[in-house]
């Protein structure tokens, strides 16, 4: 039988699968972007899905155990894995407003006439915040645009407050620029406790130091984070915690279900039904963090510093354009910034869609008008080297062109 039918599209199952799709596939060089895949899972990880894969298993079992296997290396009561960290925070928040109340939870998203409040400062507002509401909940903004104090926080507390949002940025700001006058995390879970309300986190990111990354797990209630930084697959996250909160959580999931007379039985009706992982998801969740956590760090910059280096060697005879590698104060240690100087006839965004629409595509970022960056961490091995040649002759196109 021949790869292409005649009356039909051609035979994926051969291989060459973006080519015959009609898709460009990309070389990032820039970040873990949802937009264009999030992550690329090891050699290691991909053997352990792959080995999930060759056999069936009980979900709500392997969630579980999973969970209790990365409590016990983030030092918090427990873990539940989900598809991502928007959906981790999704589920908090159905489950702040439901906790573990049968007919609630069978009602959701519907939280009419109900206490569906949550609270966040005002200068925490941020573009992924619409995730606490997609449950039913409705975010009530708290202090000023430029701070919040305990005071303020604790006065907005109402009998329809049901939780409190807080996204955490480290100095390098990965949700939010760095902003002072907001209320540290340890003053915001003070104020809940002292009236029963979660704190839900979105720590997406906040994965490194390892150190940092076991404190924020304990630090509040609901703490929400992103598999795709660590090495796990992209649609993977999780949310660690109190098992307060937790345990009736993993009801609302695709793998568990409600005792209640609105929800037939054996139906498996979850409000996250849609939020589905595969078992070799789960794997890939709990394996990645096995990595990450014996990962010598490090090695892992230094590596970085070999590859930026590698770009730098083919950018330092070019006039007008220096390079020169920026501590990042997250996972991902360091960026390489290339600054275009005065002289230099094109922008930063010309220079990244140069790389877009080249061959192969590059994926690289820019800040400003002057400053291309480069993310060395998430790079394969070789890659550098076809960003080295392709970046200098994109500048070299420019500055003769």
């Known amino acids: 039988m021949s790869a292409s039918g005649a009356n039909g599209p051609p035979r994926l199952a051969d291989g060459g699968v973006y080519q015959k799709l009609g898709v ?38 392997l969630m579980r155990k999973t969970g209790d296997y990365i409590a016990a290396l983030l030092g918090c009561e427990t873990v539940h894995p989900t598809s991502g960290c928007a959906a981790a925070i999704i589920l908090s928040s159905a489950i702040a407003m439901t906790r573990d ?9 519907n939280t009419t006439g ?36 305990a005071e303020e926080l ?22 939010f620029p760095p902003r002072t006058g907001d209320l540290p995390l340890e003053d915001v879970v003070a104020v809940g406790r002292r009236h029963d309300l979660p704190v839900i986190v979105d720590a997406a ?8 990354f076991r404190w924020i797990a304990q630090a509040a209630d609901l703490v929400c984070f992103g598999g795709k930084y660590f090495g796990s697959s992209h649609s ?20 568990g279900s409600i005792d209640n007379d609105e929800v037939p ?51 330092a005879d070019i006039p007008h354009v220096s390079s020169e590698p920026v501590p990042y104060e997250n996972y991902q240690l360091v960026r390489l910034f ?7 006839p094109a922008t930063a965004e010309q220079i990244v869609d140069d790389l877009d629409s080249g061959s192969p595509r590059i994926l690289v970022g820019s800040e400003g008008d002057r400053e291309v960056f480069v993310g060395p961490h998430v790079l394969s091995e070789g890659e550098e080297r076809i960003v080295a040649g392709q970046l200098r002759s994109a500048l070299l196109a420019r500055l003769h062109g």
């Not at 820039?30 to 060759?54: L, Q, W, Y």
């Not at 907005?156 to 390098?172: L, N, R, W």
């Not at 290339?338 to 230099?344: A, P, Q, S």
Request: proline share 5%.
């Open 338 to 344: 290339i600054t275009l100087g005065d002289e230099f």
């Open 24 to 61: 460009v596939p990309i070389l990032n060089a820039r970040s873990n972007s949802t937009a264009f895949g999030g992550s690329s899972p090891s050699a290691v990880v991909r053997a352990a899905m792959d080995e999930a894969g060759r056999g069936w298993t009980d979900m709500a079992d």
């Open 236 to 255: 993977t996250g999780m949310v660690a915690g109190r098992r307060k909160y937790i345990d009736p959580l993993r009801k609302l999931d695709f793998s």
């Open 154 to 175: 604790e006065a907005a507390i109402g009998e329809d407050t049901v939780a409190i949002a807080h996204p955490f940025s480290q100095p390098a700001g990965y949700l």
């Open 265 to 315: 039985t054996g139906s498996g009706y979850a409000f996250g039904r849609g939020m589905k992982l595969d078992r070799q998801q789960v794997v890939a969740l709990a394996v990645a963090l096995d990595v990450w956590f014996n990962t010598d760090h490090e090695a892992r910059l230094a590596e970085y510093h070999r590859r930026m280096g590698v770009i730098q060697e083919q950018l």
């Open 205 to 212: 990111a906040q994965i490194f130091p390892l150190e940092h």
């Open 114 to 149: 109900r206490n569906n409040q949550i609270l966040i400062q005002r200068q925490h507002r941020y573009w992924v915040q619409p995730c606490f509401t997609f449950a039913g909940a409705r975010l009530v903004p708290v202090g000023r645009d430029h701070g919040c104090t």
């Open 101 to 109: 109340d049968g007919v609630k939870m069978a009602r959701l998203p």
